[in-house]
């Protein structure tokens, strides 16, 4: 039955290009749009057409997925299919949009008739590259058998959180689980900086925690991407991951939380954007730690 699916995706930079990619292998057939279509293109030897507004990438396709920059990067893009959209079919959201905006997007999916599924996902570049994202999805079971398809191609793994999706459930866990990403990504960060500043060599730190109960392999990833200057192409970058801490901030500031490490999590990055950072993977916020940029 793949040859009769068409999915629709509206977003390709990192992980768009990636789950496009792995939808047409699969078999579907795939449309793909971006605001700069030139992202895109090189999608096209792969078997997806591109499109060139999100009204023609989305005409007559049973599933759209949407994994833009934001909620209203989304939503825009959405309103721009919208004389196309199909009543009935499938709108699989899987843009980090935050708790605010799932109910101004679900409101959306209602008003046009869309089977609305809240859909982040948990990974970065190389498992998306790889089809092995974890897909959190919040959405209705009369309709999954159309969904799950979908998941099944760009992930590995679906833990599934709740049969509403506008109650945004599955975001609500990606907003969790990117609280601990950061904040651990930012502490590598910040444990490198200070074995610098102290002429500690930071691979002896690293040896001093391997294989106890504080070791992760996290950790040495993340590291070996600063000291080994391999920081682009970036596994998920600074300036996206800037905008999910302000987020989870924001998220638990509505729901009564002070979250300290993420807020602060949020000012490293930002800074280490501003130091020109931004389009480098989200470790580079080691570079906030020092006021003259240096080097690794």
């Avoid at 959306?108 to 498992?127: C, I, M």
């Avoid at 601990?180 to 001093?208: N, S």
Wanted: proline share 5%; aromatic share 6%.
């Amino acid at each position: 039955m793949t040859d009769k699916l068409t999915v629709s995706v509206l977003g390709t930079g990192i992980m768009g290009a990636a789950m496009a990619r792995n939808l047409a292998r699969a078999g579907y057939t795939v449309h793909a749009w971006n605001r700069t279509r030139a992202k895109a293109e090189p999608l096209a030897a792969e078997g997806v057409h591109i499109a060139d507004t999100p009204a023609q990438a989305v005409r007559d396709t049973d599933v759209v997925l949407t994994m833009l920059y934001d909620g209203p990067a989304a939503l825009d893009a959405m309103r721009e299919a919208a004389p196309a959209l199909r009543p009935g079919a499938a709108w699989v959201q899987s843009t980090t949009a935050g708790v605010e905006a799932i109910g101004g997007l679900a409101a959306f999916a209602r008003e046009h008739g869309l089977v609305f599924y809240d859909a982040p996902v948990l990974g970065t570049r190389q498992p998306a590259e790889a089809g092995q994202l974890t897909v959190l999805a919040a959405g209705p079971v009369e309709g999954r058998d159309a969904v799950t398809p979908v998941f099944d191609a760009v992930g590995a793994r679906t833990v599934w959180a709740g049969e509403d999706g506008a109650a945004g459930g599955a975001t609500r866990l990606k907003l969790v689980a990117n609280s601990w990403v950061l904040a651990v990504t930012a502490a590598a960060g910040e444990a490198l900086a200070l074995a610098k500043a102290l002429d500690v060599d930071p691979r002896g730190f690293l040896d001093l925690i391997a294989g106890g109960p504080l070791d992760m392999g996290y950790l040495h990833a993340k590291s070996g991407m600063v000291l080994e200057d391999r920081l682009t192409p970036p596994q998920f970058a600074v300036t996206t991951a800037a905008k999910d801490a302000r987020l989870i901030v924001e998220a638990g500031a509505d729901h009564g939380v002070r979250l300290d490490v993420a807020e602060a999590a949020a000012a490293r990055m930002e800074r280490a954007a501003a130091q020109g950072h931004g389009d480098e993977d989200m470790v580079a916020a080691y570079f906030a730690s020092f006021d003259d940029n240096p080097s690794a």
